[in-house]
């Protein structure tokens, strides 16, 4: 009788006391289907929290000045405030633009920093020219290079007038290279 009970025991794979080959297999398909289903749910979530992360390199459009504030062939810097966001971090960061309005009253807005390594240019009058203060940097009223180690010109930027308010869409973009590419 003993030697009965024993066998059955075997035969379910389990016993009184034990986990059924039945039961072992329920439990497994259903962790293979929670496993499944938090992994679909993980990758709605990736969709979720991706704009949020693109945010880092959108740009941010800020308000410049009035358009008769700036004379022309007079670039005037223009320090701003910048809301960035990196992932769920949001911080004030300071940042900057020079603006060159031309005799006809087009206008070109340029990310101070020096595409070589990022140090902000300067205007000089009596050079017309905007230097950097490292590494000897020279760009021209067009932004052009005209001496120095910056492997391209300074970085124009998107811009708009509306009601006779200057815009601008602030970003920066990626240093020491000859291409312009968004940070
Ligand atoms: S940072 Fe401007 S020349 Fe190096």
């Not at 497994?28 to 693109?54: D, T």
């Not at 223009?78 to 020079?98: C, F, H, N, P, R």
Request: aromatic share 10%.
């Amino acid at each position: 009788m003993a030697q009965a009970r024993e066998n059955k025991g075997h035969r379910d794979g389990g016993g009184e006391h034990g986990v059924s080959r039945r039961t072992f297999l329920g439990y497994a398909a259903g962790g293979i289907a929670a496993f499944m289903a938090a992994s679909i749910g993980f990758i709605g979530l990736g969709g979720v929290l991706s704009p949020a992360i693109k945010a880092k390199s959108a740009g941010h459009w800020v308000k410049l000045g009035r358009t008769d504030d700036f004379p022309p062939d007079r670039p005037r810097k223009v320090d701003l405030e910048i809301a960035m966001k990196d992932g769920w971090m949001e911080t004030t960061q300071a940042k900057s633009v020079w603006v060159v309005k031309d005799q006809s009253g087009e206008f070109r807005v340029f990310n101070s920093r020096c595409t070589h390594l990022g140090c902000i240019v300067n205007w000089k009058e009596s050079d017309k020219r905007f230097f950097s203060p490292c590494h000897a940097g020279v760009f021209d009223i067009q932004g052009e290079v005209t001496g120095g180690p910056a492997p391209r010109s300074l970085d124009a930027l998107e811009h708009r007038i509306d009601r006779d308010e200057l815009w601008c869409n602030y970003e920066d973009f990626v240093l020491g290279v000859p291409e312009k590419k968004s940070v």
